[in-house]
């Protein structure tokens, strides 16, 4: 593998799985489902073969971890904001 694919695969593990992982959670509303669906599209990636190094490991679980702190965040904000209203 050279070094530019290398830089690449970085990058999108580093934002591509926070962003699943937000994205699955405005489509289903639970930020549990959301990062479980994102972590079954890692796991199929990593099955099929396109990620193998354990750098790529890192960062998707970085990146998952901050997203899913995120989307805990919304879900909560977005309950709180819908209780205020229907009060």
């Known amino acids: 593998m050279d070094i530019a694919t290398l830089e690449t695969k970085l990058m999108l593990a580093l934002f591509l799985p926070g962003l699943l992982v937000v994205f699955f959670t405005r489509v289903t509303f ?3 489902v959301g990062l479980a669906l994102t972590i079954a599209l890692i796991a199929a990636s990593v099955y099929a073969g396109y990620t193998h190094n354990w750098i790529l490991y890192a960062a998707d ?3 998952l971890t901050v997203g899913f702190w995120y ?3 919304m879900v909560k904000k977005a309950r ?3 209780n205020q209203v229907d009060e």
Request: net charge positive.
């Open 30 to 32: 639970h930020h549990i």
């Open 71 to 73: 989307a805990t965040r």
């Open 61 to 63: 679980a970085l990146s």
């Open 80 to 82: 709180t904001q819908g």
